[in-house]
């Protein structure tokens, strides 16, 4: 697995702006950034799925490490407001559902793995898969080594 790399990382999305010190701990530096950006409960609740993927993983035998990375950064988006996020995704580029525009809660998902990607620097794939399908889910499940972290939720 690529390590995530030590420096700064900036994002600006719809007026939002986003700093990570990337300190080479992905799941340290989400939790600082969730908090720093005043939203504990986000924080607390991802510290939970992270505990919970983790334990899956063990259970399941598939790598703890990146279920944890997954739990972690599963909702990472909670510092966008709802009423920013299709604005934030067609700024990023995300394809966005009708049923998105409706809801638009459900493209959290697509939200946290761009920025997991693009401001964490998570480079890893089955987490950045974990992260984008673990609300709505896909028709069929790769033979990801953490589809268990799709039922953490």
Do not use: Y
Request: aromatic residues 4%; proline residues 3%.
């Amino acid at each position: 697995m690529k390590q995530h790399q030590k420096g700064e990382s900036l994002m600006n999305i719809e007026g939002i702006e986003m700093e990570v010190r990337c300190t080479g701990d992905v799941c340290s530096d989400a939790l600082e950034f969730l908090r720093r950006h005043n939203h504990e409960k986000t924080a607390e609740h991802s510290i939970r799925v992270k505990q919970a993927a983790e334990r899956l993983a063990n259970r399941f035998h598939v790598p703890a490490q990146k279920a944890g990375i997954a739990g972690m950064m599963h909702d990472i988006r909670g510092v966008i407001p709802n009423e920013k996020r299709i604005a934030a995704a067609e700024a990023l580029g995300i394809d966005i559902l009708p049923e998105e525009r409706i809801f638009p809660m459900i493209i959290h998902q697509k939200l946290s793995k761009v920025m997991a990607r693009d401001l964490f620097q998570v480079a890893d794939e089955d987490i950045l898969n974990a992260i984008e399908c673990h609300t709505t889910l896909k028709k069929i499940l790769p033979s990801s080594t953490l589809s268990c972290f799709q039922r953490t939720k």
